[in-house]
């Protein structure tokens, strides 16, 4: 099932600004914090060492710029997020799609490399490999795509034939090519499964629930056929 969505329901779903997800996303881990903080104390002192060569003329604007490196520790993720949004939100088209699980598989994928120097001093390139959860789903339309990301513990009660659900993201205004896909949910398990938090989840999953959905990640029997894609009427 693919159903077009409205531009101001696509931009409830997409946020333009940080979700509460994403700022954690991109807030790291405790080393990411660090680099932030340091960025943040070597501006400050940049700033304070430029009002003493400069004097009080300059006073105004070498504050501003005090407070934002000072407060960078804090923007940064908010400015991260924010980029990566538009990057969705440049499509003009989407659909709420709900299909499910045909195949499930692991692989092993290459996401650094590096060189160091083994113990008679010849270099070495280190290959940083992370494991990948491949999930497969289509529908009865015959779509099919394939959703790759990191493997988790959380991942273990995902089983072929589960109900899923996600936005797709096209340039096509009958959304017969996709060219983007973002989290993918399973309602039966109340599990996302994404790498990065595109979504705001509270209005996806209310839209699920307006397109029939129920808490078992079942779709509730409509009396009526369901049509194509560009003839569907639009969810907003």
Known sequence: MLVPLTRQK?????????????????????????????????????VLVLEFI???????????????????????????????NQKYRRYPYAGFFRGRILDIFLTEELISTEENVNEVGEFVLIENRERRLNLEVGDESGFMTTVQVPLR?????????????????????????????????????KLWVSDYPCLQRDMFVDVSRRLGGDDSGEVRPKKKKPRSPSKRRYID
């Open 153 to 189: 513990k959380e991942h273990k009660v995902i089983a072929k034939n589960q109900t899923v659900e996600m936005v797709l993201l096209s340039n096509s205004p009958d959304l017969s090519d996709i060219d983007e896909v973002t989290d993918l949910y399973i309602p039966s398990r």
């Open 54 to 84: 400069l004097g009080r003329s300059f006073g105004a604007v070498l504050f501003c710029v005090g407070l934002v490196c000072g407060l960078y520790w804090f923007w940064e993720p908010v400015y991260r997020a924010g980029l990566r």
């Open 10 to 46: 696509f931009e409830q779903v997409i946020p333009r600004i940080a979700s509460a997800e994403q700022y954690k996303y991109y807030w790291g881990k405790s080393a990411d914090f660090l680099r932030r903080l340091l960025f943040s104390v070597v501006g400050v002192l940049v």
